[in-house]
């Protein structure tokens, strides 16, 4: 037997109660049967799911609409008040409009809330420049950043530090080479001798060393 399936006594007599733990009327309605019947919390928490924070208050709701322990329990007891909810967006005259327009033909069955909107002669809905941070974060993805991207134009003259730190490098090495190469060439045609320059694989090791691709 499990949880769900516990045995309760109601009125003297003993019967299986196979209730589900949802928390509807005919389940709250039990609830204040077994406490008149003088169960414990826990023992009604196992039977209907009930948490015991949850019955302090259905028990102090209940007495509020005169319920009292050991007497005829009420469906009155547990109902609750009708709420107020969210304000309706469509009422009236606006939604049986809105209805026919949607259920004209095959085109206006795929109209936007701006294509309604035109059609009802009121100003379409403001299209959202970007998905709110509370639907990202309901997507499982992270909420957006609210810095914008660069321009082209300050993209093409602004760049990081370290971008630039290596480039510069970079680009000091590839010139050190350039100038020796010309020396060596100038001094050639001179009949000079100047000292060898630096082999392919020899600058390639020096940009290694520094942590550099060659350009």
């Known amino acids: 037997m499990t949880d ?8 003297g007599d003993f019967e299986v109660a196979l209730m589900t733990k949802n928390h509807n009327n005919s389940t709250r309605t039990s609830t204040l049967a077994l406490k008149g019947e003088g169960y414990t919390r826990d023992e009604i928490f196992k039977i209907t799911g009930i948490l015991p924070s949850q019955l302090t208050c259905l028990f102090r709701k209940a007495r509020e609409k005169g319920w009292v322990e050991g007497q005829l ?20 005259d606006i939604a049986a409009q809105t209805i026919a327009i949607i259920t004209k033909n095959s085109t206006t069955r795929e109209y936007t809330s701006h294509g309604i909107a035109l059609e009802l002669g009121k100003p379409p809905p403001k299209p959202k420049t970007r998905i709110q941070p509370s639907r990202k974060r309901a997507a499982g993805t992270a909420a957006p950043s609210t810095t914008t991207a660069p321009s082209p134009t300050t993209a093409a003259t602004t760049t990081s530090p370290t971008m630039t730190a290596a ?12 100038v020796a190469a010309d020396a060596a060439t100038a001094a050639a045609a001179a009949g000079g001798t ?7 694989a020899e600058v390639w090791h020096d940009f290694s060393r520094a942590g550099l691709q060659p350009l």
């Open 73 to 92: 329990v009420l469906e009155a007891y547990v109902i609750a008040r009708p709420r107020s909810g969210r304000p309706l967006l469509l009422v009236g």
């Open 194 to 200: 100047v000292a060898p320059s630096k082999s392919q």
């Open 167 to 178: 480039t510069a490098a970079a680009a000091a090495v590839t010139d050190a080479g350039t």
């Open 4 to 11: 769900a399936c516990l045995p309760i006594r109601l009125g």
